[in-house]
């Protein structure tokens, strides 16, 4: 974004001594409306069997079997993993098109995507995909895809694939055994 607002010239004459003011507004506006575009803003969604989608919430963390996340109101909640029927994680298109896939009952092209999602998570930290939040929360992302990825390979008869995802699942979250 600073590269927009640094080709903003107001000029270097008359109209910076007459609008200079109105000039360092006028760039700052620009810059903090780059930084709301550019992803600082969360809107994750989250949904549970009959209930209406919480939209606006922020992924916080996997652990217990229980994902944990802050409200658009900023109230901390938590839910069995389990228990979630949809979610939507800003920014990271091939577990968002899985979760569509998943809902639609396309569990072969679900498994597909959530496979994507796996091998691409947002970004990795001392061997996990952590994606870290303008609180400090570190969400473990890679494992959030496994976990969505399970009933997939379940529903499609893929077990000795789910087998191998558990394997996996417990290896970072022992407390689901």
Request: charged share 25%.
């Amino acid at each position: 974004m600073a590269g927009i607002a640094g080709s903003l010239s107001c000029g270097d004459g008359m109209i910076m001594r007459r609008h200079g003011k109105f000039c360092w507004e006028f760039r700052t506006a620009v810059w903090l409306f780059g930084l709301a575009a550019g992803g600082y803003a969360r809107a994750d969604v989250i949904q549970t069997a009959g209930q209406a989608p919480e939209v606006g919430a922020t992924l916080t963390e996997l652990r217990d079997g229980r994902l944990f996340y802050r409200s658009h109101t900023d109230q901390e909640t938590s839910l069995p993993i389990e228990q979630i029927t949809y979610l939507q994680v800003t920014g990271w298109t091939p577990f968002n098109e899985a979760e569509k896939q998943q809902r639609a009952g396309r569990h072969r092209e679900a498994a597909r995507w959530y496979q994507r999602a796996v091998d691409r998570p947002f970004r990795r930290v001392g061997g996990r995909a952590l994606k870290t939040d303008s609180a400090g929360d570190a969400m473990d992302y890679e494992l959030l895809a496994r976990c969505r990825l399970l009933p997939s390979l379940d529903q499609q008869g893929q077990w000795d694939q789910a087998v191998g995802q558990y394997l996996r699942i417990i290896e970072s979250m022992p407390e689901v055994l």
